[in-house]
């Protein structure tokens, strides 16, 4: 098995929704804010090639929308899906399963572009797997949710019949991997958690940011059930220290990967290493 990480670019979000209830003073010295208190965010992708199967963990924003959209979100970097792809070896066409996490615009995007002024999905060749419980909770949307769940970036994947849906109870459709499912930030949210060599690597999408998310009470606004997201962070941080696994880390600006331990304020950052490092 090989990984690879596949940057697709930066966007920006308001520092104080990244980070909720906790005060700017506090938040900004882990991702400062612009003049007008937004924090660059990445959008940092895995991409597995196990045997004949190429598996990609979410796919970015895409760029497909219009210049209003990203006049909100300001995408920037010299990075792109099919940049890092191909400085990989690898183009859309050899991407066999397109795993999303979740399908907030910012991690499923990229899965669907625009060919010749119609919706088409990017890799062709690949099925695209999501659960039926966030399938329908993405299109159908609650007010909340809704500006975050964009049927262009949806329901292409079930009008092409590539969209297949993982069974909650059941094994993950990869022997590599097992499925974690969170439903604080958006309902049945999945965590990969890929069994690489002597370690766990943990695909931590929107459970974790990024390394200023780890203490507890660091929860994003944008988390439908907040109280909820606190129980499932507490669980798997523990769970984290206890067996070392290793934190991917989507969404932080600089730091690629993580581990956490346990001290006597909680479990809190051990140290900070990119990937390459345990390949």
Known sequence: MNLH???TGFFKLDGGAMFGVVPKAIWQKYNPADENNLCSWAMRCLLIEDGERLVLIDNGLGDKQDAKFFSHYYLHGNDSLLKSLNQHGFSTDDVSDMFLTHLHFDHCGGGVKKENEKLALTFKEAIYWSNEDHWQWAT???PR????????NILPMQESGHLKFINQNGKA???FMEIFYASGHTDAMMIPKIKYKEHTICFMADL???IGHIPLPYVMGYDTRPLLTLEEKSAFLKEAADNKYVLFLEHDPVNECCTVKHTEKGVRLDRTFNLSEIL
């Open 5 to 7: 990480v596949i940057n």
């Open 140 to 142: 159908k949307p609650n």
């Open 145 to 152: 949710e809704k500006a975050s769940f964009l049927s262009e």
């Open 173 to 175: 459709p990869f022997e």
């Open 208 to 210: 974790l940011p990024s």
